[in-house]
C-alpha cells in the first residue's frame, strides 16, 4: 500500500486508488440469489437517460442512494445496488438526424463517458449487473414479458384516435401538442385513427388504488398523485335523448350519454357539453362552419388535461336540445365545450351551475338558466338562491320532484334506481386511468415481436425467435419510422402459415422498458427475464430514489408491470417498492450579460457585484433556478472532481439542506465542503502521530467519550431516518469536539482521541468514503479496509445525561446558571440555586415571596424589599 503519513488528503491521487482497491477486491458484488446468512437490503436510484454528461442533479441523486447502500452494507446487510441505462428513446433518433450518427453508437459513447464519471464518484454500484435497454440482451426479455402477458390476455390491438404529426410522421402524446402544433417540427397535428398495441392497466384499477394506502414509506404527495390520476369516480350514465332533432338525425344514433358523478342534481339541468372530439360535434360541424372553426380552435388549444384546465372556458352552441329523462318537458341546449375530454367518462357531461361552480361560470358567460335544486343546511327554500357561488358541503334537494327533501347520499342512490328502471341509466364506476397505448413510430426502441399475416392475422413472434432485433442499416434521411422504410427487415414468412407477411414496426414506448428493470438487475444475465430464487429474493426494492416528477406515469407502469409478470409466471410479488424517497432539485443561479447567457465559470464575484471574467464587467444575477443548458446555469460534475475531489462533491450535496428540497449550488458552499475534508483529513493525521494506538481510556476523556457516542447514536438516527444533511451536522460537531481536545493531556486523552478519530472515519464513509478509506489507513496502519468494517455502535453509559444545566431568575431577570443532576430533587435544586454568587447578592437582604422551580429548566425567585 501507498503511503498515507502525509496529512494533507491528495484527492487526486488517493480517490483513484481507493477506487481500484475496491474493485480489485470486488467488495460491491452480491449472487443473483441473497445469502441466507444476512438480511438483504435492496437499493436502486432511478436509472439514467445516456444523455452524454452527468449534471450535479445526477449527483445528488445518486449520492443519496450510494449513503444509504453504505450504510447498509457497513450495518451487516447484504447490499445489491445496481446501475444500467434507460438507452431507447427519441433523442438518440435527433441526433442521429442531426450528427449523422447512428443512434446506438451515439448512445453507447454516452454511457461510456457516463459511466466514467460515475466510476469516479466512488459510488458502490455492482457493475457486473450493468444493464442498458438498448442491447438485445435486455429488450429481448421484455419483448417475452410482452408476449407472455398477450397471451394472459393483458394486451390487445385496437383502433384508437391518435395526435399524428404529417411532418415527422410519428403519434404524439398529448404533453406533446403545444397551440395544436408538434412540439418539434411545428407542424399542425391532425387527429388520425391508427392500430396501436395497449397494455390493459385499467385491469389492475382497483387494485392499484387500494395498496395505495399500504405503501407508507411512500410520499404522501406521490400517492396522492397517483390516486387522482387513477381516479374512481363512482355515478351513473344517463342517456339524453334530442328533442327535435333536425332532418338527418339518427335519435338512437345520436342520443347523448354523459358520465356524471351528481346524478341527484339531474333536475338542475342546464345544458349538455360534449368534447370537440365527439362523434355528434363532428356531425355538427358537417353542415356548420362556425362549429367546424371552433372545433379547429379547441385543438388548437392542445389535449393536455392540464392546458386544458387552464384554459378560459368556451362553447359553441349547437342549436340541438335535449330532454332530461326524468323530466321530459325539461329541455336544454347542447353545446361543444372546450372543458369536456373525450377520454374521460363518455365525452359528455351535463351542467348543473347550482351544484358546480365551472358549470355556475359557464353559465353565468353564455347567459344559461341555473334551476336552483340544492339547498344548504340552514338556508330557506323560499329566499335562498344561488348567484355567484356554486353550493357545496351539505345540503338538501329541493325542486327536484321525487327527491325532495332527500340529502345528496340518499338522493344519488334513489335516482339510479328510477334511471335503472327507466331503462335510460345505470350506475357505474368510472375511471380516470386509461389502458397503457404503447405503440410508437419509431426506430430507436423495443420493435414489438408481432407479425402481420392477411390470412392469420396478428401473430406472436415465436419464442425461439427471440429476440427481434433491431436493424442497424438503417437511414434518417427521410420522414417518419426508417423500419418502415428498411428494404427487407420487416419482409418475413408468417409463423402460422408460411405465407409472406410482415413484421410491426412500430416500437414499445420507452416507458416499457423502464417499468421492470429493476427485476432484471436481480439476475442480469440469465436466458429468462427473471430468475425466481432470485427476484423473489431481492424484490422488492428497499429504497427507490428518484424525482418527483416521476410520481405518475413511471411509477405506476412499473407497479402495474409488476402485478402484470406476478400473473404471467414471472414474479411472485405485487408491489416493486416498498421505500421511495423523491428527492429535491439543484439549483443555480443564472447569469445574463445583455441577452447573452453566461456559464457560471465565465463570471465571479467580486464583493457585493457579480462580473465577466474576462471584462470584469458587472451582470445581471437571476434568481437561483433548476439547472439548463438553455440557461448555461449548469456545472460540470467532472470539473468539480478534478478541481475538489469526488468526496467533496458528495459532502456537499448532502449537507446544504434536507434532501427532499431543492439544494442551491455554490461555488463558496463547495469550496467550504473542500475544507472540511482537508480539516478532518488533517485532524486524524494529527491524532495518528501522536497518540499512541494502546493508550489507556482515563477520566481525562470522559467529555469527548461523550461526544463521540453521542455522535454515532445521531448519525445512525440521521440515516435511519434518511436525512443525511443533519448527519453531515453532528459530525461537524464531532470534528470540533475533537479538534477542541488536541493538545490537552491526561489519563484518557490520547485514548479518547483515537476513539473520536475513529469513529469519525466510520462514520463519514458513507458520504466520504475515499477520505475515510485514506484516514483509516493513517490512523491503523495495515488494517482492514472500512468498506469491510461494521458500522460503530453506540455504548448507553456514555449517552446518559450527566448533568441538566438549569437558569436561575431573579424576580424574572437571569442571574445565573447552575449544573445539576438530571430530576434532582427539588430541595437539593433550590438549595444550588441560592449558593451561585450571583444569586446570592441579588437575593441578599430582601424577602423570599415564592420559589418557583420547573425541573430541569429553570429556578425564579420572587422576592420582596
Keep these: 500500500m501507498s503511503d498515507t503519513t502525509h496529512t494533507a488528503f491528495d484527492f487526486q491521487s488517493r480517490e ?50 450510494d449513503v444509504v447502500a453504505r450504510y447498509k452494507r457497513a450495518r451487516g446487510f447484504s447490499v445489491l445496488h445496481p446501475m444500467g441505462w434507460d438507452a431507447f428513446g427519441l433523442p438518440a433518433e435527433n441526433a442521429a438526424r442531426e450528427r449523422n450518427v447512428h443512434p446506438g453508437k451515439w448512445t ?32 429481448g426479455k421484455q419483448q417475452k414479458l410482452f408476449l407472455d402477458m398477450l397471451a394472459g390476455g393483458l394486451v390487445e390491438r385496437r383502433d384508437s384516435s391518435v395526435n399524428w404529426d404529417p411532418v415527422d410522421e410519428t403519434v404524439l402524446a398529448n404533453e406533446q401538442v403545444v397551440e395544436g402544433r408538434g412540439w418539434r417540427s411545428g407542424a399542425l397535428i391532425e387527429k388520425k385513427v391508427l392500430s396501436q398495441w395497449f397494455l390493459k392497466i385499467t385491469k389492475f384499477a382497483q387494485p392499484l388504488l387500494d395498496t395505495l394506502g399500504q405503501l407508507d414509506r411512500w410520499p404522501e404527495r406521490v400517492r396522492t398523485m397517483q390516486e387522482r390520476w387513477i381516479g374512481r369516480s363512482e355515478g351513473a350514465r344517463v342517456r339524453f335523448a334530442l328533442h327535435s332533432p333536425p332532418s338527418g338525425f339518427d335519435i338512437d344514433l345520436d342520443g347523448i350519454e354523459v358520465f ?21 360535434a363532428a356531425k355538427v360541424a358537417r353542415t356548420n362552419p362556425a362549429a ?19 384554459a378560459e372556458k368556451r362553447g359553441f352552441d349547437t342549436g340541438l336540445r335535449v330532454s332530461n329523462p326524468l323530466n321530459p318537458d325539461q329541455t336544454a341546449p347542447v353545446w361543444i365545450a372546450n372543458f369536456v375530454l373525450m377520454d374521460y367518462g363518455t365525452g359528455a357531461v351535463f351542467g348543473c351551475p347550482c351544484g ?67 331503462g335510460v341509466g345505470h350506475g357505474v364506476v368510472n375511471w380516470r386511468l386509461r389502458d397503457w397505448g404503447i405503440s410508437r413510430q419509431r426506430y ?25 432485433v433491431l436493424p442497424e442499416d438503417v437511414t434518417f434521411d427521410r420522414p417518419g419510422n426508417p423500419l418502415d422504410h428498411h428494404p427487407t427487415w420487416k419482409h418475413v414468412s408468417c409463423p402460422s402459415c408460411g405465407s409472406a407477411a410482415t413484421r410491426e414496426t412500430d416500437t414499445f414506448d420507452t416507458f416499457v422498458d423502464s417499468s421492470w428493470y429493476f427485476a432484471r438487475f436481480t439476475s442480469p444475465h440469465a436466458l429468462t427475464p427473471t430468475v425466481p430464487a432470485a427476484a423473489d429474493g431481492w424484490l422488492p426494492v428497499d429504497q427507490y430514489i428518484g424525482g418527483i416528477e416521476h410520481a405518475i406515469l413511471h411509477l405506476l407502469y412499473a407497479r402495474f408491470f409488476t402485478r402484470a409478470m406476478h400473473e404471467t409466471g414471472h414474479l411472485g410479488l405485487d408491489e416493486p417498492f416498498d421505500g421511495l424517497f423523491t428527492q429535491g432539485m439543484v439549483t443555480h443561479e443564472s447569469y445574463k450579460d445583455g441577452a ?42 467532472v470539473e468539480i472532481i478534478e478541481r475538489f475531489g469526488a468526496d467533496t462533491a458528495r459532502w456537499f450535496v448532502l449537507s446544504d439542506s434536507p434532501p427532499e428540497r431543492d439544494m442551491e ?165 433550590l438549595a444550588a440555586a441560592k449558593a451561585e454568587p450571583n444569586v446570592a447578592r441579588a437575593l441578599e437582604g430582601k424577602r423570599l415571596v415564592k420559589e418557583i422551580h420547573v425541573p430541569n429548566r429553570i429556578v425564579n425567585f420572587v422576592v420582596a424589599g
Aim: charged share 25%; glycine share 8%.
Design 665 to 829: 449550488w455554490t461555488a463558496s458552499g463547495v469550496a467550504a465542503a473542500a475544507r472540511f475534508g482537508q480539516r478532518l483529513h488533517r485532524l486524524v493525521s494529527a491524532v495518528a502521530a501522536a497518540d499512541p494506538i494502546d493508550s489507556a481510556h482515563g477520566s481525562a476523556g470522559d467529555d469527548l467519550r461523550r461526544a463521540t457516542h453521542r455522535a454515532i447514536a445521531a448519525v445512525t438516527e440521521a440515516l435511519e431516518a434518511f436525512t443525511p444533511n443533519v448527519a453531515v451536522a453532528r459530525l461537524h460537531e464531532l470534528t470540533s469536539a475533537l479538534a477542541e481536545a488536541q493538545g490537552k493531556e491526561g489519563t484518557g486523552f490520547a485514548a479518547a482521541r483515537r476513539e473520536a478519530a475513529s469513529a469519525l472515519c466510520l462514520l463519514s464513509a458513507p458520504m466520504m468514503p475515499h477520505l475515510a478509506e485514506d484516514m483509516m489507513a493513517v490512523l491503523e496502519p495495515g488494517g482492514e479496509l472500512v468498506v469491510d468494517r461494521a458500522w460503530p455502535e453506540a455504548q448507553d453509559e456514555w449517552l446518559a445525561v450527566q448533568s441538566v444545566t438549569i437558569g436561575v431568575q431573579v424576580l424574572g431577570k437571569l442571574r445565573g446558571t447552575i449544573q445539576v443532576p438530571p430530576d434532582a430533587p427539588k430541595d437539593d435544586v
Design 444 to 468: 430507436w426502441g423495443c420493435p414489438i415481436p408481432i407479425i402481420h399475416c392477411e390470412k392469420c392475422g396478428a401473430v406472436p413472434v415465436p419464442d425461439d425467435q427471440l429476440p427481434v
Design 596 to 637: 447573452n447567457w453566461l456559464y457560471p465559470e465565465e463570471v465571479e464575484r467580486r464583493g457585493d457585484v457579480v462580473v465577466r471574467r474576462d471584462t470584469g464587467t458587472p451582470i445581471q444575477v437571476g434568481r437561483s433556478e433548476k439547472m439548463s443548458k438553455s440557461k448555461r446555469n449548469t456545472v460540470s460534475p
Design 356 to 422: 358546480d361552480q365551472r358549470d355556475l361560470d359557464f353559465a353565468h358567460k353564455y347567459d344559461l338558466a341555473v334551476p336552483q335544486v340544492l339547498l344548504p343546511a340552514g338556508e330557506d327554500a323560499e329566499t335562498f338562491r344561488v348567484s355567484r357561488k356554486a353550493v357545496s358541503g351539505e345540503a338538501t334537494l329541493y325542486n327536484s320532484g321525487f327527491l325532495d327533501g332527500l340529502a345528496v347520499a340518499v338522493a344519488k342512490k334513489t335516482v339510479i334506481e328510477r334511471l335503472e328502471g327507466m
Design 292 to 310: 367546424a372553426e371552433f372545433i379547429e380552435e379547441c385543438r388548437r388549444l392542445g389535449t393536455s388535461e392540464e392546458v386544458i384546465e387552464a
Design 260 to 280: 356524471t358523478t351528481r346524478p341527484d342534481t339531474l333536475f338542475g339541468l342546464s345544458f349538455v357539453g360534449i368534447a370537440a372530439d365527439h362523434p355528434l
Design 16 to 65: 483513484p486508488f481507493w477506487q481500484a482497491e475496491w474493485k480489485q477486491r470486488n467488495v460491491f458484488a452480491v449472487p443473483d440469489v441473497p445469502p441466507a446468512d444476512r438480511p438483504k437490503y435492496y437499493v436502486l436510484e432511478m436509472f439514467p437517460y445516456p444523455s452524454g454528461q452527468l449534471h450535479v442533479g445526477h449527483v445528488r441523486n445518486y449520492t443519496l442512494g
Design 108 to 139: 453507447m459513447e454516452n454511457i461510456a463517458t457516463m459511466r466514467g464519471t460515475l466510476q469516479r464518484l466512488g459510488f458502490s454500484l455492482d457493475w457486473d449487473r450493468e444493464i442498458a435497454t438498448c442491447l438485445p440482451e435486455y429488450y
